[in-house]
């Protein structure tokens, strides 16, 4: 006896592209051609061309102090054939970067955290209106930024003070120097919700009991990348190091790295590897950071 199914077979599947109709192949066709025009092109170009600019001197910085100095003179632009590591290691000895690295590290936390602990202290009033002239607070920041340092007034505030060619009055020194930091950490403040103060002071939480055990946990991204901005400064800071330290036994990286380099000037190989032993705590330090930067830096503009 036959069936619906002897006399109706099911047909065989077919493949996806065999099902569509023309209409919808061509609507396909149109959505993959949208999606080739919406790749922004353009800013993948630039982005490659600021890679290049950036780590193309560091590349040619390491082919140097890889190199002997023979071979730099024979061939200064040319890959190096034979790895001299032990450039690192005699640049160290020689420039006396052990001592170097210790005072820049003492410096760069100790001058950074006092950083930070002022912006928190004087952003957040600025930010909330706490403190008449808010406004003006927020144009004395931004003028700051383009005021050149008073070098000569700081060293005779400190000659004054008996803290000249002292390692406390640098750290003093350039713990104030806040630089964007306020301006950066009142913008994160104002993204935080007002409520949440007056909600503080109804229950009777203090001001600075307020200010450390709710706003500062608040605020870590933003307080973490004036610490970074402020570290880098720090640790790439010259100039008023040599005018507040007569001894060089007290001397920043930097400075001492400006002293290796009137040394051994014409030792090109070993004066780039004295090079990258300072730059390379920055760079490393910023592969682990950087998103504490841009957390930071995102929350300030949202605000």
Do not use: C
């Not at 109709?21 to 061509?26: A, D, L």
């Not at 950036?54 to 890959?79: Q, R």
């Not at 008449?132 to 920041?141: C, D, M, P, S, Y």
């Amino acid at each position: 006896m036959s069936t619906a199914l002897d006399t109706h077979p099911v047909p065989a599947p077919q493949s996806e592209a065999a099902s569509l109709t023309p209409q919808t192949s061509h609507a396909h066709r149109a959505v993959r051609r949208r999606r080739g025009r919406n790749i922004p092109w353009p800013s993948y170009f630039f982005v490659l061309l600021l890679l290049v600019l950036f780590v193309y001197p560091l590349l040619y910085l390491l082919n140097t102090a890889l190199k002997s100095t023979t071979e730099f003179i024979t061939d200064p632009v040319g890959v190096a054939s034979s790895f001299e590591w032990g450039n690192f290691a005699e640049a160290w000895s020689k420039g006396n970067f052990g001592s170097f690295f210790f005072n820049t590290v003492l410096y760069t936390v100790a001058g950074a955290g006092i950083g930070t602990l002022i912006a928190l202290v004087m952003g957040f009033p600025v930010a909330r209106g706490y403190i008449r002239g808010a406004k003006l607070w927020n144009l004395l920041f931004v003028l700051v930024l383009f005021l050149p340092n008073a070098l000569m007034t700081q060293f005779q505030l400190l000659l004054r003070l008996h803290l000249y060619n002292t390692q406390l009055g640098y750290i003093l020194m350039v713990g104030v120097g806040v630089g964007i930091g306020p301006l950066l950490f009142s913008g994160f403040v104002s993204s935080i919700p007002k409520e949440l103060d007056e909600a503080a002071a109804m229950d009777g939480v203090g001001y600075w009991t307020y200010l450390f055990r709710f706003i500062f946990p608040l605020a870590k991204p933003a307080l973490a990348t004036v610490f970074i901005l402020q570290a880098v400064w720090i640790w790439n800071e010259i100039i008023l190091a040599t005018v507040l330290f007569s001894d060089q036994a007290k001397f920043p990286i930097s400075a001492g790295l400006f002293a290796f380099k009137g040394t051994y000037s014409n030792d090109w190989p070993l004066l780039a590897a004295a090079t990258l032993i300072v730059a390379a705590p920055l760079v490393v330090g910023y592969v682990f950071i950087q998103r504490y930067l841009v957390n930071g830096v995102l929350g300030a503009v949202k605000g």
